[in-house]
């Protein structure tokens, strides 16, 4: 389902596009209920000064200019001021893919090329892949001047909406750091590269909703719940060994797999 159309600008070129949600959300959701009869909880929508339920279809915006004095605002009013430049996604320069923090990224969005931008589409796909580059870009979603990243991928090209920086927060607290030796340093190294494989996402499952959703199964079928056995922690030991031992522990299982 497309989630929304655009255009793609920089310099006289223009690529129409749309963009899909490139995520969904799998979480098992719970409903509230009364816990005298389990009977759903309901919200319902009431007008502060008469009291009276509201339906959606007769809810409209409103800007508090003064204590209680509002201004109303109609979708086709914010909607008529907004600029074809405010409807395109403006490139605005580009950058080392690595230079940008995850923390500023937001929502992610595929791309697809529309009828007769599929060229330009590809050509800015292919650039960008290799010079190893992302494009940085804005546009206006809803009420807000929205900061973008294009990022290519050999499949084709993600969008991501971004934070500005006065939106991140600081590092709420720092640490002093402490002196790491050359021998610590290098076995931890050994450790990452005995643990490094290509990244596959299918190989990652959201173990623990599995187990809600069995927990779930087992009360409905009335079923007593079992707290799954696990191997208490293990006894603290040095830094180097601990090290040592998880760098052997990596090395089986690698052996394992490719044996």
Known sequence: MVSRKSVITFGMV???IAMYTATQDNDIRFNQLHREDNSRIRYKKTCGHCGKEVRTEDIVKGFEYDKDKYVVITDE??????TEKDKSIQILHFAQLNQISPVYYDKTYQAAPEAGGEKAFELLRAALMAEQKIAIGKTVMGTSDTLMAIIPREEGILISTMFYADEIKALQRSY??????EQELNMAKLLINSMDTP????????E???RLRELIESKIAGRDIVAPQEEGPGKVIDLMEALRASVEKAQK???LVTA
Do not use: G, L
């Not at 002093?176 to 030796?181: A, C, G, R």
């Not at 990244?199 to 959201?206: A, N, R, V």
């Open 199 to 206: 990244f596959d996402p299918s190989q990652y499952k959201d």
């Open 176 to 181: 002093d750091k402490p002196q790491v030796s």
């Open 77 to 82: 009013e914010i909607e008529k001021i907004k």
């Open 253 to 255: 299982e690698k052996d």
């Open 208 to 210: 623990y909703q599995t």
């Open 14 to 16: 223009a690529i129409p």
